[in-house]
Nanobody, 122 residues
């Protein structure tokens, strides 16, 4: 079973960039879709982006299009979420997750990391 650990969160100003990483243990990571989700204070968890096992297919939430880029390096067992032009409304705990299909629903993912906090000040 794969285990996931996020890193790279922090406190930044509006307009800054951050790159989140999702380090996976286990050789099966390369066979899974990787998704990124976030939960803002007082809000439901929401989909951000996902990338299929080979990196050939990606999907983004409307809020992420044009600003965020999801990628992965299967040789390093690591996934990434590059976030540019950050806004205060991007403030949330960000989670990576592993699943079997390229889905936007959290129900489609079976393994989750512990999350990393991203705070964007105005």
């Amino acid at each position: 079973q794969v285990q996931l650990v996020e890193s790279g969160g922090g406190l930044v100003q509006a307009g800054d960039s951050l790159r989140l990483s999702c380090a996976a243990s286990g050789r099966t990571f390369r066979f899974y879709t990787m998704g990124w989700f976030r939960r803002a204070p007082g809000k439901e968890r929401e989909f951000v982006a996902a990338i299929n096992w080979s990196g050939s297919d990606v999907v983004y939430a409307d809020s992420a299009k044009g600003r965020f880029t999801v990628s992965r390096d299967n040789a390093k067992n690591t996934g990434y979420l590059q976030m540019n032009s950050l806004k205060p409304e991007d403030t949330a705990v960000y989670y990576c997750a592993a699943g079997d299909h390229l889905l936007v629903s959290a129900n489609g993912y079976h393994t989750w990391g512990q999350g990393t906090q991203v705070t964007v000040s105005s």
